[in-house]
């Protein structure tokens, strides 16, 4: 994916800060963008590639295959897009038209994708389909809002994790799930892979020119896929903080602030808005503002 507006090094400007994020490929370019609009110089370097892996969703797509489950529980948007990728080429929705109710649960923003013709792949009879979407964007909230699952089975497709150990994040949500009466059915959708060795070649060399201002995670996994860069670099975390005093670390949400703290990353700031991106770009704004006058 290209994404417009990427930084070259250089020593920090202190009215167009440059921030750097290390989200896959997938997400890159909404958070470029907003970071474009508030002034910001974006510099792209991320850890982790992801790839969808539709034969792993195929099992369940076949006719009949989704009348055993009550509910489709998505915990990121490359869930979604796996999904649909593996639903597209069929002639024919998941679903008859008549039948119990089966519920969609996602988070924030990544609803959106949950539309018109992804329920129409489902079911041709949208009444058949109910879309959930938690107040609070996170795994636990959409566990919650779930509610009792009564023996009731729900399918989650969550990624399968090469190259790093797997957060928590996941096992901790279908402990949440069978902890409420669900029985939770994991399908590996997408691959989530490191990004290798030198994935944060453009973070160092912006360190090392005193030109970063900030640096943006969206989750914990990122974390690890940095630190394993810098590693091959000789460098640590604090490395970074050592060239650029005035780094800001921030975090998309408290599940990533928390990771990164696993990990021995500390967070400057936490986005309590965390069903986009604007959160955290709202938060940069606020720490940032005093370099600005």
């Known amino acids: 994916m290209a994404v417009s507006n990427m930084s070259t090094t250089g020593v920090i400007s202190l009215h167009n800060p440059t921030v750097a994020f290390t989200t896959p490929p997938n997400y890159a370019a909404r958070l470029s963008e907003l970071l474009t609009l508030n002034a910001y110089n974006p510099l792209w370097c991320p850890t982790l590639l992801v790839q969808p892996t539709p034969s792993t969703l195929t099992p369940y797509l076949s006719p009949h295959s989704l009348d055993p489950f009550s509910a489709i529980a998505f915990t990121s948007r490359t869930a979604i897009q796996a999904f649909l990728q593996a639903a597209t080429p069929l002639s024919e929705p998941l679903l008859p038209s008549s039948g119990p109710i089966l519920t969609l649960a996602a988070l924030g923003k990544d609803s959106e994708l949950l539309d018109n013709d992804f329920i129409s792949r489902i079911c041709s009879n949208s009444e058949r389909v109910r879309v959930l979407v938690p107040l609070t964007a996170t795994p636990s909230a959409l566990a919650a809002a779930l509610g009792e699952g009564g023996g009731r089975k729900v399918l989650c497709p969550v990624p399968r994790v090469v190259g790093l150990k797997e957060p928590p994040v996941v096992p901790g949500f279908l402990r949440d799930l069978r902890a409420s009466g669900w029985v939770p059915v994991r399908v590996e959708a997408y691959e989530t892979r490191w990004a290798g060795p030198r994935c944060a070649q453009g973070i160092v060399r912006a360190s090392e020119e005193g030109g970063l201002g900030a640096v943006v995670f969206t989750s914990s996994a990122e974390v690890e896929g940095l630190l394993n860069s810098l590693r091959e670099f000789g460098l640590g975390f604090g490395d970074?903080?050592?060239?650029?005093?005035?780094?800001?670390?921030?975090?998309?949400?408290?599940?990533?602030?928390?990771?990164?703290?696993?990990?021995?990353?500390?967070?400057?700031?936490?986005?309590?808005?965390?069903?986009?991106?604007?959160?955290?770009?709202?938060?940069?704004?606020?720490?940032?503002?005093?370099?600005?006058?």
């Not at 650029?244 to 990990?263: D, E, F, I, N, S």
């Open 240 to 293: 970074l903080r050592t060239r650029c005093p005035r780094l800001v670390v921030a975090a998309h949400g408290p599940v990533t602030a928390a990771g990164a703290k696993r990990l021995g990353v500390e967070v400057d700031v936490v986005s309590s808005k965390f069903d986009s991106f604007d959160g955290v770009v709202d938060v940069l704004n606020v720490t940032l503002a005093k370099f600005r006058d």
